[in-house]
C-alpha cells in the first residue's frame, strides 16, 4: 500500500483523509451509518501530554476529524519576569523553561549577556558548559527513549530511560549542585570548576550511555509492533516542518539537514568537536525515534571529545562587580534538545534586560499538531505527541 | 482413601465455598508474583522490592488497604446500578471459568461433557461486564475503552475456539477430565513415560491459544481497551477503590483462569507421570499449580516485554493470520487423527 502525499490529503477537506492501510469507506456505507462527531477532550491531565497540554479532538469513531491544541495551563510570563530581574538572577527562571535541559537554557541566554557586554567566557568554561550540555541533552533523550516506548504501550523501556538517565543527573549534579535545575553558569563563565573525579565518572557514564542506547536499539527500535505503530504516522514532509517552524530532531527527521551547533554562528566549543549530524528521509514518528537514539550516541561521543580536549585554565573572565550590560540588543539562537532555543535581549544600559523575546523549541514544535493530526487514529496521536517530544514548560514559558 | 458420606447440598457448599477462595486467591498470587516481583525484576523497579524487608513482601498488602480506603466515588450522571453491576459481572465469569477445570481425578467441581465448550462460552461473558462499566461512567474514554473491548474480545473468540479445537479432535472429548487422562495416559510413538502432554503435538495450537487468551485477558500486546497512555484506563477510570479492586481481581483471576485452561489444554493439567489414585488427589491442585504459573509466566513476560497494536492492526492479526493458521491447524490434526 502506498502512501498517500499529504498535499493530496489536505485537498480533501476536514472529513475522510487517507491514511496508509486504512481503505476508504464506501459512499453508500456512510451515508447509511452516518454516525455523529464525539468531541473529546485530552488533557489538560492526561499522561500522555507530559504535563497540561490540551487537546480538543473532534472525533468520528476513533479517527480524528480535528484537533486543536490548547495552550497556556502552564503560563509563568517568564518574558515578563525577566524585566524585573537582574542578568544574573535571570538564569534561576529560564532553567525552568525546558525544565529537562535546564542547563541548556542557560547557554543561549548567557551567551547574549556576554555579548552585549564584550566579553567571552575562558576556553575552560566554554568546554565545561559544551559537555554539560551535551549531558543534559542525553538526559532529555534517554527519558524520550523510554517515554516513547511507553506511550506506545511498553512499559519496560520508560523505566530503563530513567533508570540511565539517572547516571546522567547524578553527573550534573556532582558537577553543578543541582539535578535539574543546575543555575550554574555565570556571565562571564561558570560558578565552579569540575569536581575532581568528575571526568574518569563521566567516561564510565558515557560507556552505560551507549550500552543503553544499544539496549533501547533492541528492546523498542527492533520490535516489530512498534514499527507497526509509527512507521508512516505523523509524517512531517521537510517543507511542511520548515513552514510551521518545527526545530531540531524533529527536523532532522524529516530529512533537513539543519544543526544549529554547527550552522549557527560559532558558539561554545562545538567547532572543535568532530560530530556527525544524523538526518532521517521518513519524516515520519518512527524516524524521529531514530535520530533522537543516533544523536543519544553522537552526544556520548561529543562529551567524551570533550574530556579529552578539555582545557587547562581559568574558568571566570574578569566581570565587573555589579553587572551592568551596555545598550544593545542581541539574537543568540542554540541548538538545544528540543529545538531551535533562542533569546532576543534588548538592553537599555541597566542591571537587567529591557525586554527578552525567548524563542523555544516545543512551542513551535507543537504548532504543526492540527495540521499533523488530521485523519489519525486516537492512539496515533499519542504516538505523534510523544515522537514530537515536546516539555510543556517549553511550550508555556 | 474413603469416600466422603456427605449430602449433595453440603458438597455444593464446599465446592462453592472451595472457588469462591481459589479465585482471589490466585488473582493475588498472580499479581504478586508477577506484577510486583518479575514485573520489578524485569523493569529494574525499586519500589515494589522495598517495602517490609524482604523482596517487598508487604508491597500487596499495602495495596490492598490503600484500596479499601479510598473513598467510593460514583459520576454523577453514570447509570448507577449498571455502574455498580459491572465490576461484579467481570468476576463472576471468572468464577465460572474454574468451575469445570480438574485439580485432581476426583477433584472437580462439575465435569460437564462440553466442558470446553462450557469454559470458552463463561469467559467470554466478561465483556458484558465491560460493556456496562463502559456505558454506564458516562464517560467519553470510558465508552472508547468497552468499545473497543467488544469489538476485540469478539474477534479473539475464533482464534480461541479454533486453537482449542485441535485438541478437542485429537482427545476425542470435550470434557476436561478426558483430556487430561488423554494426556496422562497417551503416548506418543511408543513412548509413554511422560504420557503425551498435547503442546508436543498441538504447539501450533498452544502459541494461538496463548495469543488469543493474551487478546481475551486485555492484556498487552492486545491492551487497547485499557490503554493506559491514551484513554487512561478505558472501561476502569471512573472506577475507584473497592469496585476497582474488583476489576483487578477479575483481570487476574481471569489471566489465573486462562493459564489453568492452557495448563489443562496443552500440559497435561494435573497430571504427573508415575502418579496416579489417591496420591494424584493430593499431588494434583499442586502440579496444575505449577504448569499453570509457567503458563501465565509466559503470558506476563510478553505483556512487560512488548508495546500495543492499533485496534485495526489488532483485527488484522486475527482475521490474516490467526484464524487461518488456526483453521490450517484443525484440518492437519484431523489429518492425523485418521492417519495414525
Known amino acids: 500500500m502506498t502512501a498517500p502525499t499529504h498535499a493530496s490529503a489536505r485537498s480533501e477537506g476536514p472529513g475522510w483523509v487517507p491514511q496508509p492501510g486504512v481503505s476508504e469507506p464506501s459512499v453508500g456505507m456512510n451515508v447509511e451509518l452516518d454516525t455523529g462527531d464525539m468531541v473529546l477532550n485530552l488533557g489538560p491531565q492526561h499522561p500522555a501530554t507530559h504535563g497540561t497540554l490540551r487537546l480538543v479532538i473532534r472525533l468520528d469513531g476513533e479517527r480524528v476529524l480535528t484537533a486543536d491544541p490548547v495552550i497556556g495551563y502552564m503560563h509563568r510570563g517568564y518574558e515578563k519576569l525577566t524585566e524585573f530581574r537582574t542578568y544574573p538572577q535571570v538564569t534561576t527562571l529560564i532553567n525552568r523553561i525546558d525544565w529537562l535541559s535546564s542547563f541548556a537554557n542557560e547557554v543561549p541566554f548567557m551567551d547574549a549577556a556576554e555579548r552585549l557586554m564584550g566579553i567571552e567566557a575562558p576556553p575552560r568554561a566554554q568546554w565545561i558548559r559544551t559537555t554539560l550540555t551535551e549531558l543534559s541533552r542525553i538526559a532529555t533523550f534517554l527519558l524520550f527513549l523510554g517515554e516513547m516506548g511507553l506511550q506506545v504501550g511498553a512499559l519496560t523501556p520508560a523505566f530503563y530511560g530513567f533508570r540511565d538517565r539517572e547516571h546522567v543527573l547524578n553527573l550534573i549534579e556532582a558537577a553543578t549542585g543541582g539535578r535539574f535545575h543546575p543555575n550554574f553558569n555565570r556571565i562571564g563563565g561558570l560558578k565552579d570548576d569540575l569536581p575532581w573525579g568528575w571526568i574518569a565518572e563521566t567516561r564510565a557514564t558515557m560507556k552505560i550511555v551507549l550500552d543503553a542506547c544499544d539496549q533501547f536499539e533492541d528492546l523498542v527500535l527492533g520490535n516489530e509492533i512498534f514499527g507497526a505503530r509509527t512507521r508512516g504516522i505523523g509524517i512531517i514532509p521537510s517543507d511542511v516542518g520548515t513552514a510551521y517552524g518545527v526545530s531540531g530532531s524533529n527536523l532532522r527527521a524529516s530529512g533537513v539537514d539543519w544543526d544549529l551547533r554547527r550552522d549557527a554562528r560559532p558558539y561554545l566549543a562545538y567547532p572543535d568537536l568532530d560530530f556527525k549530524v544524523w538526518t532521517h528521509p521518513d519524516g515520519d514518528s518512527y524516524s524521529r525515534y531514530w535520530v533522537r537514539l543516533q544523536e543519544t550516541r553522537e552526544a556520548a561521543r561529543m562529551v567524551l571529545q570533550c574530556l579529552e580536549g578539555m582545557p587547562a585554565g581559568p574558568i571566570m573572565a574578569k566581570v565587573p562587580r555589579i553587572i551592568k550590560v551596555p545598550e544593545g540588543e542581541v539574537w543568540v539562537e542554540t541548538e538545544n534538545p528540543l529545538g531551535q532555543m533562542a533569546y532576543y535581549v534588548v538592553s537599555k544600559g541597566a542591571t537587567g534586560p529591557f525586554r527578552v523575546k525567548i524563542r523555544s523549541a516545543s512551542f513551535s514544535n507543537v504548532s504543526i499538531l492540527p495540521w499533523l493530526l488530521q485523519g489519525v487514529f486516537v492512539p496515533d496521536v499519542i504516538t505523534i505527541l510523544a515522537s514530537l517530544y515536546f516539555i510543556l514548560g517549553d511550550i508555556d514559558r | 482413601m474413603f469416600a466422603l458420606d456427605i449430602g449433595w447440598g453440603t458438597t455444593l457448599a ?327
Do not use: C
Open chain 2, 14 to 340: 464446599i465446592k462453592t465455598i472451595v472457588i469462591l477462595m481459589i479465585i482471589p486467591a490466585g488473582a493475588l498470587i498472580l499479581g504478586y508474583v508477577f506484577l510486583l516481583k518479575v514485573m520489578s525484576h524485569m523493569q529494574s523497579r525499586l519500589g515494589p522490592m522495598d517495602p517490609g524487608g524482604f523482596h517487598g513482601w508487604y508491597q500487596l498488602i499495602g495495596d490492598g488497604i490503600k484500596f479499601l480506603q479510598k473513598e467510593d466515588v460514583m459520576p454523577t450522571k453514570a447509570d448507577k446500578r449498571v455502574f455498580a453491576a459491572a465490576p461484579a459481572v467481570v468476576v463472576l465469569s471468572t468464577f465460572l471459568v474454574f468451575a469445570v477445570i480438574p485439580m485432581g481425578p476426583d477433584l472437580v467441581v462439575k465435569d460437564l461433557d462440553i466442558g470446553v465448550f462450557y469454559a470458552l462460552a463463561v469467559s467470554s461473558l466478561s465483556v458484558i461486564g465491560v460493556l456496562m462499566a463502559g456505558w454506564a461512567s458516562a464517560n467519553k474514554f470510558a465508552l472508547l475503552g468497552a468499545l473497543r473491548a467488544a469489538a476485540q474480545l469478539i474477534a479473539y473468540e475464533l482464534p480461541l475456539l479454533l486453537a482449542v479445537v485441535g485438541v478437542v479432535i485429537q482427545a476425542g472429548s470435550m470434557s476436561l477430565q478426558d483430556i487430561v487422562l488423554q494426556q496422562q495416559n497417551g503416548e506418543i510413538f511408543g513412548w509413554d513415560f511422560i504420557g503425551n502432554p498435547f503442546i508436543l503435538t498441538q504447539f501450533i495450537g498452544f502459541g494461538l491459544f496463548l495469543v488469543a487468551s493474551q487478546a481475551e485477558l486485555t492484556q498487552t500486546p492486545f491492551d487497547m481497551p485499557v490503554a493506559e497512555s491514551e484513554l487512561v484506563a478505558g472501561y476502569m477510570v471512573e472506577y475507584t477503590g473497592f469496585r476497582f479492586l474488583f476489576f483487578f481481581i477479575g483481570e487476574f483471576g481471569t489471566a489465573f483462569g486462562f493459564s489453568a485452561l492452557a495448563a489443562t489444554l496443552f500440559l497435561g493439567g494435573w497430571s504427573i507421570p508415575g502418579v496416579d489414585g489417591d496420591w494424584a488427589n493430593i499431588l494434583g491442585p499442586g502440579v496444575l499449580f505449577a504448569k499453570l504459573m509457567i503458563v501465565a509466566f509466559l503470558m506476563f513476560w510478553v505483556r512487560f516485554t512488548y508495546p500495543r497494536l492499533r485496534e485495526d492492526q489488532l483485527q488484522a492479526l486475527a482475521w490474516k493470520f490467526l484464524i487461518p493458521i488456526g483453521l490450517i491447524n484443525i484440518l492437519l490434526t484431523g489429518v492425523f487423527k485418521v492417519a495414525f
